[in-house]
Structure formats: structure tokens, C-alpha cells
């Protein structure tokens, strides 16, 4: 344990030493305020939405869903830096030489990935309210921050964060290449994703299948989302799947960031380091 709290303590050392935690940060609340502020306008003004606005119990997790929505690249990119940049830096033989056990370094970046994620959650829905919980109450829609409903969403984004960090970390260890790895991160979560979660809503097996796709699990997991939310309304849209309960949206992400752990864990973290 105590080999174990000192690498925790090193890569958080190394961690808030570079700039990079922070500047993802600020991107992520600036991309969460702007699209929960944008959310919040749509969904509660009878202008853009004909007859009227949407209902508070749609609007609202809608609206605090932002960062599961459009940010949770942020804390996936985070966990593959983490994961890559001593290779980008190639710092890691000087890491091994001060703990050669690459199970604990392993372990330690591991709990850094968790926290760090969790704090990138814990911006995210802090954003969310603050930006667009006054713009729903200035429309006369109801903001529903004393709903237990809103606050266990709000929970369950940190915790989706904090396993997408996880993911972005089990993928940059297997990768190894920071390039590839924000490449793919980018490509997957802004174009792959979101257009095989429309597609695969066409046919009863590949919706079946889209269910456990990484955005979908969180969307089943946090309870809200922008598909989830048109789903409410409308089943019959394009796209819109049966969701998975949130115990097994959960348990789809901490599955697919565990196996990709493992997978480098055996494969690309047993290599020889130059």
C-alpha cells in the first residue's frame, strides 16, 4: 500500500505540474456552459418549440446533461495523455528505475485517472447548473435542483466522467502513441459514435447492439441525454434505442475500461523499455 500511495503521489505530482489538466478544464466548462446555456434556451422557449416548451422533468436533465453530452471527449482525451505522454516524453524508463513493479505505476495512474475524471465530472455538472438552470427559470420552466432525480443525474456524471477517464487511460496505454490516440479519441467520439448510434436505430439487431456502445451505456448510466431525451417524446425517431438500466449502463463502461487496462496490462506494458 505504501508503494502504492507514493506512485498515486508521483502522478499527481506529474499531473499538476503540466498544464494540460487545467486547460482541459477550462475547455470542458466553456463547452459545457455554452451548450447547457444554448440546451436550456431551445428546450424552454415556445417559440422554437411550436406549441410550447418542453416539460421540466425532459427539459431539465437535458439541460444538466451537457456534459455527458457533447464533453465527456475531454476526460477520455485526459485519461490518454495520462497513459501517453511519458512515451510522447519518453520519461518512463526514469519512472520504472524509481518503481520497477509496472503493476503499481500501473495501479497508481489507474486512481489518478479515476479522480481526475471525477473532477472533470464534478466541473462539468457545476457548469451545467450554473449556466443553464437561470435560463430554464427566466423561461418559466422549472429548474428542478431540489428533485432528487436532478441530483442523482448530477452523481451519476461524475462517476460517468471518471470511467470515461478510465477508458481514455486503458486506450492510451494499449496505443502507447499520443498522436494515434487523440486522433482516434476525436474520430470516435465527435463523427464514429454518434452516426452508429443513428444508423444502427434502423434495424432491430443493430439497435440491440448499439446499446452498449460507450455513449449510449452513459446515457443509460446518467439517465439523460440528447437521444435519451428525444426518445421521451418521440420513440419513433431515427436513432433513438431502448436504453440499458443504468446498473448496466454502469457496468458496460467500467467492463470496456477494465478490458482495455488488461488488455495493455498484458500486452504493450511487458515490453522492454529503450
Do not use: K
Not at 62 to 78: D, K, Q, R
Not at 109 to 133: C, E, K, N, P, T
Request: proline letters at 5%; one cysteine or more.
Amino acid at each position: 500500500m505504501r508503494a502504492l500511495g507514493r506512485a498515486v503521489h508521483a502522478e499527481l505530482l506529474r499531473v499538476f505540474s503540466l498544464r494540460t489538466w487545467w486547460i482541459l478544464a477550462v475547455v470542458l466548462g466553456l463547452y459545457v456552459a455554452v451548450t447547457a446555456g444554448g440546451f436550456a434556451f431551445f428546450v424552454s422557449s415556445s417559440e422554437l418549440n411550436g406549441p410550447g416548451p418542453l416539460p421540466a422533468e425532459v427539459a431539465a436533465p437535458l439541460v444538466y446533461s451537457s456534459t455527458t453530452s457533447v464533453a465527456l471527449v475531454v476526460p477520455l482525451l485526459f485519461g490518454a495523455l495520462l497513459a501517453t505522454s511519458e512515451y510522447r516524453w519518453r520519461t518512463l524508463t526514469p519512472t520504472l528505475l524509481a518503481q520497477p513493479r509496472r503493476v503499481v505505476v500501473l495501479a497508481g495512474r489507474l486512481i489518478v485517472a479515476l479522480v481526475l475524471g471525477a473532477l472533470y465530472g464534478v466541473i462539468g455538472a457545476v457548469v451545467s447548473v450554473a449556466a443553464g438552470a437561470p435560463v430554464l427559470a427566466a423561461f418559466g420552466t422549472d429548474p428542478l435542483l431540489a428533485e432528487p432525480e436532478v441530483l442523482g443525474l448530477l452523481a451519476r456524471t461524475v462517476l460517468a466522467c471518471a470511467l470515461w477517464s478510465l477508458l481514455g487511460l486503458g486506450l492510451g496505454a494499449l496505443l502507447t502513441s499520443q498522436i494515434a490516440a487523440i486522433v482516434i479519441v476525436l474520430v470516435f467520439t465527435q463523427f464514429v459514435e454518434p452516426i452508429l448510434r443513428i444508423v444502427a436505430g434502423a434495424a432491430e439487431w443493430s439497435a440491440e447492439a448499439a446499446r452498449y456502445l460507450p455513449g449510449a451505456a452513459t446515457d443509460s448510466l446518467v439517465g439523460a441525454g440528447i437521444l435519451a431525451s428525444i426518445g421521451q417524446l418521440d420513440p419513433t425517431v431515427p436513432g433513438v434505442i431502448e436504453p440499458l438500466t443504468r446498473l448496466e449502463g454502469g457496468l458496460v463502461l467500467a467492463v470496456l475500461s477494465l478490458a482495455l487496462v488488461a488488455l495493455a496490462a498484458a500486452t504493450t506494458l511487458r515490453r522492454d523499455v529503450d
